[in-house]
């Protein structure tokens, strides 16, 4: 499997937006504290959240694509599980349906770290150490606030044996521990 190191040059050299850039590191860090609760491969999963959406700038306006392109670019470069993980977090276009952990965990990460996101951006400095879990948990209730972060997708936690407060606690305090990374 290839090292975080070359994730992240594979990263820079396909992805050119900062924001996504961020949030790719913001899902990275989130699975990593994800696998470490649950007891699984850090490394693996931080390497999925780097790379699960490498092609997203060349195939955002042809949703069936997104996805099957990430796969293809670290085809033998990581486990199968991996490219299968990044497929079925785009299920209803790859129809990879989910059924591992690893597999929701990526569909719950990749939407809460912008439920996150946008929670430290309407704080009073735009910092996420000002976020508490409980802001979180009140954001993601108000169905007008970030109304494109599809809710359902962040309770895929419940899959892993998550409760929501235990999920949006534990991606809040991940990507307060990268709060420079993320300017934020």
Known sequence: MISREKALKMMEE??????LKKHMLAVAQIMKKLADEL???EDKWEILGLVHDMDYEETKDDP???ALRSAEMVEGKVP????????AHNHQHTEVEPHRDMEYGLIATDAVSGLIVATALVMPNSKIE???PESVEKKFDDSSFAKNIDRDRILRCEELGLERDEFLELS???LQEIDEELGL
Do not use: S, Y
Request: proline residues 0%; glycine residues 4%; charged residues 40%.
């Open 80 to 87: 199968e599980d991996v490219i299968r993980a990044i497929k």
């Open 172 to 174: 809040l305090n991940a």
């Open 64 to 66: 069936e694509e997104h």
């Open 130 to 132: 000002e976020a508490r």
């Open 14 to 19: 396909n992805i050119d937006t900062d924001n």
């Open 39 to 41: 007891g699984c491969d």
